[in-house]
């Protein structure tokens, strides 16, 4: 990656974004030992896999329960924020001499297809004020759910074992009623591969975190091999390890705490 000061920005999922954040998550959970366990023929059908994180994303950002933070880089602001363009487009997307229109996108470090390089999902305390209780919201879930549902009735993805994602449903399930209410979860995070182990999944995790630190909530996760070094440098602690198998596959993971400190 070029060494040029790239500034970023964190903010909630729309709709919009679920083509990219699918792509995203296809890249990223690659290495994980919980896509290689349920996702055992995602090499045959990447595209089956793409459609199925779409699908599940689009739920995912409609729940008002669930905090759904994007990370979103910005390259065309210099270093110093003194928010002039330092690339060839200004901030509308034109070109600097004013003719003809320009991708808003545009990086000297082209590693990644969207500004979205990472996303985190939080699942939120039912009691906390971040939970989004309008109706229209509701709503909207309850049709998204809905629509999510009929989905799956008529299409199933073809990278996946059945078998072994259930297996991973109940593992998580037995994790999430022994936390019970007053905690979050943080359920998922991922950054594009190309823009790992440089501090974004660390912003996004400060994030979710300043908002536990505020209501003082435990946050627990349920940690790959990859993650448990973040989560650590994070002040999450070590809770218990948990596993599934299925004949000769296994799947090891870690459950992990962060608490306030008194």
């Known amino acids: 990656m070029s060494q040029e000061q790239i500034s970023y920005k964190i903010r909630k999922a729309k709709t919009r974004d679920i083509d990219q954040l699918a792509k995203l998550a296809q890249k990223g959970y690659q290495t994980s030992p919980v896509y290689s366990f349920v996702r055992t023929k995602a090499e045959q059908y990447q595209k089956d896999t793409v459609k199925s994180y779409r699908e599940e994303l689009r739920v995912l950002a409609a729940n008002p329960k669930l905090k759904f933070d994007v990370l979103e880089l910005n390259p065309g602001v210099d270093n110093n924020n003194s928010g002039k363009p330092t690339s060839q487009l200004t901030r509308w997307g034109k070109s600097e001499n004013g003719g003809q229109k320009m991708p808003r ?38 049709w998204v759910s809905v629509r999510a549902q009929l989905t799956s009735l008529v299409w199933k993805p073809r990278d996946t074992n059945p078998a072994r994602a259930a297996k991973i449903g109940k ?39 300043s908002i536990a630190g505020k209501e003082d909530l435990a946050v627990w ?8 070094k973040l989560y650590e440098s994070l002040g999450f602690c070590h809770e218990k390890d948990v596993e599934t198998v299925d004949g000769d596959a296994r799947c ?11």
């Open 105 to 142: 996108w545009r990086s000297n470090c082209k590693q990644c297809d969207s500004p979205i390089v990472g996303f985190a999902i939080w699942r939120l305390d039912s009691n906390s004020e971040k939970v989004q209780r309008s109706i229209w919201k509701k709503a909207k879930y309850g």
């Open 171 to 209: 593992l998580c399930d037995e994790v999430q009623r022994s936390f019970g209410e007053g905690s979050m979860e943080l359920e998922q995070m991922v950054v594009h591969p190309k823009f790992q182990r440089q501090g974004y999944g660390t912003k996004l995790g400060r994030e979710g975190l």
């Open 252 to 262: 090891s993971l870690a459950v992990q705490v962060w608490k306030v400190e008194d």
């Open 221 to 228: 996760v349920i940690a790959t091999p990859m993650g448990v």
